[in-house]
């Protein structure tokens, strides 16, 4: 009987790719978060005859909030997993395993 064929898969990778891909949306949402907490405003108000007739400012400001601790919370996920991260090894070795399926068969 032959030696299994091994597979390398790099586990720390997708702990890196995944830190780099949600830090920069956390910090994108949290910056517009900012600014529509301090200096925005919903767009109902431009098509409205008074401002905050639509939305009011209380819900605003409740969505602002909302907005910027999901900003916050996606980038310290992302320092978390990064951190967590160097525990884990560069990759695994483990037997091929062969597809449940196969194409054009």
């Known amino acids: ?18 830190s780099f891909l949600l830090a920069p949306w956390g910090a994108a949402v949290s910056a517009k978060a900012v600014y529509d907490l301090f200096w925005g405003e919903p ?21 602002g909030g909302f907005e910027l601790v999901y900003g916050l919370s996606c980038v310290a ?6 951190r967590y991260g160097r525990f884990l090894p560069e990759f695994v070795e483990r037997p091929r395993r062969e597809p449940d399926f196969k194409f054009f068969e």
């Open 1 to 18: 009987m032959a030696a299994p064929v091994l597979e390398k898969v790099k586990i720390r990778g997708l702990t890196r790719i995944f």
């Open 43 to 63: 767009e109902a108000n431009l098509y409205s005859a008074q401002k905050w007739q639509f939305v009011t400012q209380a819900q605003w400001l409740r969505y």
């Open 77 to 82: 996920l992302a320092a978390a997993v990064y």
